[in-house]
């Protein structure tokens, strides 16, 4: 069963056993575990409205840290696979990418059709989403889970594709590097 190797079905069970416990933690902010399980269930209903699905490769162009973790979550929790929409992914003529999301902030980059995350996409807004979401995850653990960039030694971006598998592996090895409670 691939929900034992899913970032966002290890989410919603840490939101469920400490809803009040702090899941970020930065200068300006802090969000509850069930707080930032709201906004990763309102980020995936509004992915799915958009046809967002399990074959789906997602690219989101943010600078904001809360989008970007609920973006991963609310992917994860679908089974797309997300990658981040930078000026070198362009540039690199990467095809295959199926929705281009993008914060209001955010002016995006030519030639790209963007969906923005406006208002709508906080829990603020009424809308009872979890009736609404399926909640497939990834077909295996081997699925494609995020498509990264790095420049490597010739400057030129390359990406590689990590399964999600290799993402729960690496959340876990780094996992005692953070301490509960601590930014």
């Known amino acids: ?50 046809g967002v699905s399990r074959s789906s490769l997602v690219g989101i162009d943010t600078t904001d840290m809360v989008v970007s973790v609920a973006s991963i979550f609310a992917l994860s929790l679908l089974g797309a696979a997300y990658t981040l929409i930078a000026r070198d992914f362009v540039a690199a003529g990467h095809q295959g990418v199926t ?31 979890s009736p609404a979401i399926r909640q497939p995850g990834f077909a295996d653990p081997s699925a494609r889970c995020w498509v990264l960039g790095s420049s490597g030694t010739t400057g030129r971006v390359k990406y590689v594709s990590v399964d999600q598998k290799t993402v729960w592996n690496r959340v876990a090895v780094v996992q005692s590097d953070y301490t509960a409670g601590e930014t």
């Open 1 to 50: 069963m691939t929900d034992r190797f899913n970032i966002a079905f290890a989410l919603r069970a840490e939101a469920a056993r400490c809803p009040d416990r702090d899941a970020i933690i930065a200068e300006d902010l802090t969000l509850s575990y069930a707080k930032l399980w709201l906004v990763v269930e309102r980020f995936a209903a509004k992915m799915q409205a958009q």
């Open 99 to 129: 929705h281009v999301f993008r914060s209001p902030a955010r002016k995006g980059l030519a030639g790209l059709p963007y969906i923005v995350m406006d208002e709508t996409w906080s829990p603020k807004f009424p809308c009872d989403v």
